[in-house]
């Protein structure tokens, strides 16, 4: 070895390095900006965009306290709408998603395997698809402009991309665990609650959070079911802040939106990994 | 533990199987026929009597014959107005007259199916009955319907659900693109009529529709392809990137990578659409115009939204990509690399050889459901520009993809059944895709050996 190879490598090393770490910090800049900017927004007192800058002159929380103060604002009445939807779809999806997999995993029964290519094709097309019959449906059975009525549908659209989900991690638990309880004495429904339940906790809890955090981001059909202002969800309400004259509430949508953006993206964080794998496996096995 | 169930099930197994041959040792009816059970099954309930099943046999016909007094009318006249449409113009509303329509047909098909069963059980039973199996108890029988029929209650409510929020809007939305339904022949106001393929062939011959639908898919598809396979590529590079032994504080970078994945998409598109902003957008007024003296029309020029678009599907879409490959790169052995060094490999070589096929063996379906996700990404065509810039002469915006596109035909131009025909094109692109991308899949796989 020469005496110059060595130092050409480091320096050669440290370029490399340089020009990762610049390229990692570039990313960090183009991921912050819009977030920052939409902060800064956010403490902007005036509701004007034009020539605003990311950080205010004179920032107040003034958006802030106009959602949750002034009489005329419908933030809190939003939120309590969105939590009911959430936590009912959670619940009553989870639960149905649950027993349908159960069936579907464990039970060789007739139509067993239509019922499986009509779930791989059902979960296929966007629910956006069947809008117009959606409303014209909801509206015959008189739950337009209802919360039962959002409920309903995203229930019923999540189960075949869910059952998918908890089917194929139902697939992957001994059989043999079901056969000895049956051999015991245990019913089905004791097998399906007391052994396979607890076992498949964890898809279940992705599923239950999937369910949960939907109502909160999706504001394209809550727009189709929902028409009175009271009734909205915090996705449709927000929305509405800039759909309705855009320059005028932008920054109360900033507002707004990075109170709903924070909750949400704290818990994708911290539980990133189960989230991600939820999904992976999900697409994976079908 | 688990191989002693293992052989208790078994043992269970054998004692079955010696049951069951008791009950084949049993006298044979040989006379009593399986034919003769079917044919008087075609009044249901008469071949399970026959089959001595007396009280099954009862239930059954019960069950059929009150589902006929209570339902006959309806799905007679539903199946009627499905072919009629309504004939009193001002009075009667044929969109009410499809659903009920859709309705019954659904009652139809089930009804028809339990029909079939219900035959099939009774030459089911009638030969057993001939091979010598005697009739159990009515307790038996009980257990028996309720072992079979357990699934059935546990798919019921999910399969009821399904057919109300998904089948039925489907089919209805499938049989609105035969009718007439635009802006000037709306119900209630008028009647809707049977057109068959005229929405079909209107979109391929009238040379508005036509033009409007073939700039539409062209750019779906190169927003598809382009937008996905930019996100892949990206997330690629910062995943191997950031796997560098040499880089420090791993997490911390990690996490900030995947943050555009944990912000709602929603409040980030709005946030990008008042950035790119023509005329106070942060992005022209404090980085184009002091670098480069002058604006782009972001939002106005075709091109530039295009642009616009993908780089914000890029931003939103690596960092999902990002960690699945991460997840991967931290699982591949060093050997290989070791291996590779020793031959003098490239790093170019390294990555193609070893790095690329990994990633790709691991998230090749995963890349996929990327494509079709993009495929009908509605939320950032339509949050971010609303389709436009708005082209001269058709019904769609220049960066309308075919969902947003029949959004906007339904509830912008009321071009009802036109909708619907898009649909079912966008429907059997869609599912074209999915046959041949769960033919491939794993569960598709197990399904059939099972």
């Known amino acids: 070895m020469t005496g110059k190879k060595p130092i050409s490598r480091k320096t050669k090393n440290i370029i490399e390095l340089t020009i990762m770490y610049l390229i990692i910090g570039i990313v960090f800049v183009i991921i912050a900006y819009p977030l920052l900017w939409a902060f800064g927004m956010s403490l902007n007192p005036s509701s004007n965009l034009y020539g605003a800058s990311i950080i205010p002159e004179n920032w107040s929380f003034t958006h802030y306290q106009w959602l949750f103060t002034d009489p005329r604002s419908n933030y809190l009445i939003w939120y309590r709408n969105t939590l009911i939807v959430a936590f009912s779809v959670s619940l009553i999806g989870t639960l149905l998603v649950g027993l349908t997999a159960y069936a579907f995993s464990r039970y060789r029964f007739k139509g067993r395997t239509y019922g499986i290519y009509a779930f791989l094709l059902l979960q296929m097309f966007p629910v956006l698809m069947a809008m117009v019959s959606l409303y014209i449906l909801l509206n015959t059975i008189n739950l337009l402009d209802t919360l039962l009525g959002l409920i309903i549908i995203y229930v019923g659209g999540n189960i075949p991309m869910n059952a998918f989900l908890v089917k194929g991690y139902f ?42 955090m939907n109502p909160f981001m999706d504001y394209i059909l809550p727009r189709i079911v929902l028409r009175s202002p009271e009734n909205y969800t915090l996705a449709l309400g927000l929305f509405n802040f800039v759909n309705d004259q855009f320059s005028n509430n932008f920054t109360r949508f900033a507002a707004g939106a990075i109170l709903i953006a924070i909750p949400i993206a704290t818990v994708y964080l911290f539980l990133q990994k189960y989230l991600i794998s939820g999904l992976a496996s999900g697409a994976t096995k079908g | 533990m688990i191989p002693s169930l293992l052989e208790e099930g078994k043992a269970l197994a054998i004692k079955k199987k010696q049951a069951s041959v008791q009950k084949h040792e049993g006298p044979s009816h040989s006379n009593h026929n399986p034919k003769l059970a079917m044919l008087l099954s075609i009044i249901p309930g008469f071949g399970q009597i026959y089959n001595k099943r007396y009280v099954k046999g009862t239930l059954i016909f019960i069950l059929f014959t009150a589902f006929l007094i209570v339902l006959f009318d309806y799905l007679q006249t539903g199946l009627q107005g499905l072919i009629s449409l309504g004939e009193v113009e001002r009075q009667d509303d044929s969109r009410l007259f499809l659903s009920h329509g859709i309705l019954a047909l659904i009652l139809s098909v089930f009804f028809i199916i339990f029909y079939v069963i219900n035959i099939q059980d009774a030459r089911h039973d009638a030969v057993k009955i001939r091979n010598g199996w005697r009739v159990t108890g009515i307790m038996d029988g009980f257990r028996n319907a309720w072992d079979t029929g357990f699934p059935y209650v546990l798919v019921g409510p999910g399969l009821l659900l399904l057919i109300f929020v998904v089948l039925f809007p489907l089919l209805f939305m499938g049989f609105l693109a035969f009718t007439n339904y635009t802006l000037y022949n709306s119900p209630p106001r008028s009647l809707l009529d049977w057109v068959g393929f005229q929405n079909f062939i209107n979109l391929f011959t009238i040379d508005e529709w036509r033009n409007t639908f073939v700039n539409v898919l062209s750019w779906t598809i190169v927003w598809t392809l382009v937008a996905t396979t930019l996100s892949i590529a990206v997330a690629m590079f910062l995943a191997i990137l950031t796997n560098d032994k040499r880089i420090r504080f791993k997490k911390f970078i990690r996490t900030i990578f995947i943050l555009p994945w944990a912000v709602p998409g929603f409040v980030t598109i709005i946030i990008f659409s008042a950035l790119f902003n023509d005329n106070f957008g942060a992005i022209n007024a404090d ?143 869609v599912a074209t895709f999915a046959f041949f991308q769960f033919r491939r899949s794993r569960s598709f796989k197990e399904e059939e050996t099972y």
Not at chain 2, 378 to 384: R, S
């Open chain 1, 171 to 212: 697939d992957t638990l001994p059989r043999e665990l079901d056969e000895s309880a049956k051999m015991d004495g245990a019913g089905h429904f004791r097998i399906f609650f007391q052994i396979l339940l607890p076992l498949a906790k964890p898809i279940l809890a992705v599923v239950a959070l999937f369910n949960f």
């Open chain 2, 287 to 429: 980085i184009i115009e002091p670098l480069f003296g002058t604006t782009i029309p972001w939002l106005t020029n075709a091109t530039w939204t295009k642009i616009a678009l993908i780089m914000i599907q890029v931003w939103l879409g690596f960092p999902y990509i990002y960690a699945l490959f991460t997840g991967v790169l931290q699982g591949i052995s060093n050997d290989w690399y070791e291996a590779a060094e020793m031959d003098g490999a490239t790093r170019w070589q390294k990555f193609r050889n070893i790095t690329f096929p990994h990633l790709m063996f691991a998230t090749g379906p995963l890349l996929i459901t990327q494509y079709t996700f993009n495929f009908n990404n509605f939320n950032i065509i339509f949050l971010f520009n609303g389709g436009g810039p708005p082209v001269r002469g058709q019904t769609a915006g220049a960066t309308d993809i075919l969902l947003s596109w029949i959004y906007n035909l339904t509830f912008s131009n009321s071009q009802f059944s036109m909708a619907a025909a898009i649909s079912i094109i966008l429907g059997i692109i």
